[in-house]
């Protein structure tokens, strides 16, 4: 019997970010135009590639990205001033968010070998690195505490990534995961330091990694058996029992995928994933973050179909 097949629901953009969303594409695109001029035209290739963009269409990195990965920038910033997207000070904010999120699949896909590096790659990654580092330090010049801040999210993170081993428990190995998130939670954080309250930007951070977690924890999911055949230690683990988590990177596999049957593991996930995206529009309700938290609910797995 196959495993349960489970999937968000669908979130997209509204046509009130539209134009946010476009801002977010350009200045990832751009990236490609920091490079030797000789290495310009094969970074752009491989963007749009990686993007699941054909050349012929408009690029849309965000495409790889569900909706509450980006929007919420966008809607925290209209519940509080609602600054115009040119304001330089935004743009660096949008610079540091789209390097983020480019980084943060880049050197998950690079670590684990699924994306070959070659010499166009690895000097993206280098150009989307410093723009980060630059723009985000910019950025934090104008929080109180910004340029802390930021270096201590960057240290974390690096932490974070190299720590692969099991941990104690799910909470534990999913406390990691908000640590691995924290290059690209910076950004909400220090706008929502920057317009609310020392407590509200605490929310607003717990609240995108809820919505991080739930990714997470699908994400693992779907790539079961693909985690499983390499040996890459995901959430999923600890859902066996302790005396059995060391046979994760085995030949063990179908006894493994027999007891996930035999639990119900798809609805367990399915269940937890739901319950992160509800904890995290309940923070965005509480924030008048409505539409926000809209996004969010709108991605709670509905169906369960087998494949």
């Given at each position: ?48 590639k990686y993007s699941h963009n054909g050349i012929t269409e408009s690029f849309n990195f965000l495409r790889k990205y569900h909706s509450p990965s980006y929007s919420i920038l966008y809607w925290i910033n209209e519940s ?124 607003v951070l717990k609240m995108y990694e809820s919505f991080g977690i739930a990714w997470r924890l699908l994400d693992d999911y779907q790539d079961l058996s693909e985690d499983l055949a390499n040996g890459h230690i995901s ?73």
């Open positions: 019997m196959a495993m349960q097949r489970l999937d968000f629901g669908l979130s997209d953009t509204t046509d009130e970010s539209e134009e946010f969303c476009k801002l977010l594409n350009r200045s990832a695109l751009s990236l490609c135009y920091g490079l030797p001029v000789s290495l310009r035209t094969e970074a752009v290739l491989f963007l749009y509080a001033h609602a600054l115009p997207w040119e304001n330089p000070w935004l743009t660096l904010l949008l610079e540091s968010h789209s390097s983020a999120l480019l980084l943060h699949s880049l050197d998950d896909h690079l670590s684990d070998g699924s994306l070959k590096a070659n010499h166009t790659v690895l000097q993206l990654r280098t150009e989307a690195w410093n723009r980060y580092a630059q723009s985000s330090k910019l950025f934090g010049k104008e929080v109180h505490d910004g340029v802390l801040i930021a270096e201590d999210f960057i240290d974390k993170y690096f932490k974070a990534i190299v720590d692969t081993g099991i941990s104690e428990s799910l909470e534990t190995h999913l406390s990691r995961f908000r640590s691995q998130m924290a290059i690209w939670s910076l950004q909400p954080y220090l706008l929502a330091r920057s317009f609310f309250s020392k407590d509200q930007a605490g929310l959430s999923l683990v600890y859902f066996l029992p302790e005396e059995k988590r060391a046979d994760w990177a085995s030949d063990k596999k179908e006894e493994i995928l027999g007891h996930f049957r035999e639990i119900r593991l798809g609805r367990q996930i399915s269940d937890l994933v739901n319950s992160y995206l509800s904890e995290s529009a309940r923070i965005a309700d509480d924030l008048h973050l409505s539409k926000y938290s809209d996004s969010l609910l709108a991605l709670k797995v509905v169906e369960h179909s087998r494949t």
